[in-house]
T-cell receptor, first 109, second 115 residues
């Protein structure tokens, strides 16, 4: 069983739709990262959260530490949101980060 | 204020050659981590350096090595390149390592193609 799992693997949405990407993990963590990777390759950190909920613009991230589950929501989705969204958690030592497999999102105009 | 920078952006090498990739962390950040991302997969941890010392190493062969300089920039070296080394190499910058409690800021990556 992978330490970090995401669903769905691929997602196609119409512009304006509300989108949810889920992440579940099996390791104990101090914080969880949501990252965005565009086709060019660079990774952008969206959120780092250890409890509750964070909001930034149209993006909302929630985490339930007890259930080892986090969700990333995108409201009023736009084609520029098309990217791979990656959930990542710290490893068991130093600052190694364990990445989930990513969710490939495509928002169609 | 510049973010994490990496060079070169793209690189093409042939099997058996060696390569050096460079990373400059965010000003004031003292720790750098390197990751390899093979196409279609998530990044895999290679190394972490803090204050010029290796703090952690992933499951990569000895062909992979790295170092960190007094200005906290870092180099990743790969010797005897194999086709399977073709990947995006990402560098991440951390202010001070704290066992995962600090946010990592990623650079744009270096895309290495081995022919």
């Amino acid at each position: 069983k992978n330490e970090v799992e995401q669903s769905p693997q691929n997602l196609t949405a119409q512009e304006g739709e509300f989108i949810t990407i889920n992440c579940s993990y099996s390791v104990g963590i101090s914080a969880l990262h949501w990252l965005q990777q565009h086709p060019g390759g660079g990774i952008v950190s969206l959120f780092m959260l250890s409890s509750g909920k964070k909001k930034h613009g149209r993006l909302i991230a929630t985490i339930n530490i007890q259930e080892k589950h986090s969700s990333l929501h995108i409201t009023a989705s736009h084609p520029r949101d098309s990217a791979v969204y990656i959930c990542a958690v710290p490893g068991t030592s130093y600052d190694k980060v364990i990445f989930g497999p990513g969710t490939s999102l495509s928002v169609i105009p | 204020d510049a973010g994490v920078t990496q060079s070169p952006t793209h690189l093409i090498k042939t099997r058996g050659q060696h390569v050096t990739l460079r990373c400059s962390p965010i000003s004031g950040h003292k720790s750098v981590s390197w990751y390899q991302q093979v196409l279609g997969q998530g990044p895999q941890f290679i190394f972490q350096y803090y204050e010029k010392e290796e703090r952690g190493r992933g499951n990569f062969p000895d062909r992979f090595s790295a170092r960190q300089f007094p200005n906290y920039s870092s180099e990743l070296n790969v010797n005897a390149l194999l086709l399977g080394d073709s990947a995006l190499y990402l560098c991440a910058s951390i202010l001070i390592p704290a066992g995962g409690r600090n946010e990592q800021f990623f650079g744009p990556g270096t895309r290495l193609t081995v022919l």
